[in-house]
């Protein structure tokens, strides 16, 4: 079993449509990253947090520490937001970065 | 202020050949790490640098593959006699400090053996 399991793997919307993608994970962390990838390119950094909620722009990210999940939201949904979305989380005391599999969402105008 | 910075973007190698990938990280940051990303597959941790020294490296492949951070310059990942399963898209991440920091990534470097 992965350290840090997403879900859905797949996800298809309908613009406008709200957007949730769930992240759990298995270790001790000191922060857990949400990340996005667009095909054939780069990735970048979307939210970092340790407690609570973050917010920018039409993301929402949430973490639960007690049960170890998290949740990526997107409101509003475009077209430009489909991506592969990574939840990764550095275990405890280390910088580097476990991954998640990645949600590849696809949103259809 | 420059982002991480990769090259080459692309890189296409014969099998027994030597690949070099090279990250400059940002400004002000002394704590890099490499990624490998396998076709279908999510990013795995390899090593984790700071400058003139390994800190971390239980990710790195036990053969073939190094890293290093020098003094002046950027990081380097050699990959010697390169095989087919060497095929994969290699990125570099920088960060400040070494821990609850926000990591940046740089573009990847795409690596191909033909």
């Known amino acids: 079993k992965n350290e840090v399991e997403q879900s859905p793997q797949n996800l298809t919307a309908q613009e406008g449509e709200f957007i949730t993608i769930n992240c759990s994970y298995s270790?001790?962390?000191?922060?857990l990253h949400w990340l996005q990838q667009h095909p054939g390119g780069g990735i970048v950094s979307l939210f970092m947090?340790?407690?609570g909620k973050k917010k920018h722009g039409r993301l929402i990210a949430t973490i639960n520490i007690q049960e170890k999940h998290s949740s990526l939201h997107i409101t509003a949904s475009h077209p430009r937001d489909s991506a592969v979305y990574i939840c990764?989380?550095?275990?405890?005391?280390?910088?580097?970065?476990?991954f998640g599999q990645g949600t590849t969402l696809q949103v259809k105008p | 202020n420059a982002g991480v910075m990769q090259n080459p973007r692309h890189l296409v190698r014969r099998r027994g050949q030597e690949a070099r990938l090279r990250c400059s990280p940002m400004?002000?940051?002394?704590?890099v790490y490499w990624y490998r990303q396998l076709p279908e597959e999510g990013l795995k941790f390899m090593v984790y640098?700071?400058?003139?020294?390994?800190?971390?490296e239980s990710g790195m492949p036990k053969e073939r593959f190094s890293a290093e951070f020098p003094k002046e310059g950027p990081s380097i990942l050699r990959i010697q006699q390169v095989v087919r399963g060497d095929s994969a898209a290699y990125f570099c991440?920088?960060?400040?400090?070494?821990?609850?920091?926000?990591?940046?990534f740089g573009q990847g470097t795409r690596l191909t053996v033909v």
């Open positions: 990764a989380v550095n275990p405890s005391n280390t910088g580097k970065l476990i």
């Open positions: 270790v001790g962390i000191s922060a």
């Open positions: 400004k002000g940051h002394s704590h």
């Open positions: 947090l340790s407690s």
């Open positions: 640098l700071q400058k003139e020294n390994i800190i971390d």
């Open positions: 991440a920088s960060s400040r400090t070494g821990v609850n920091t926000e990591a940046f």
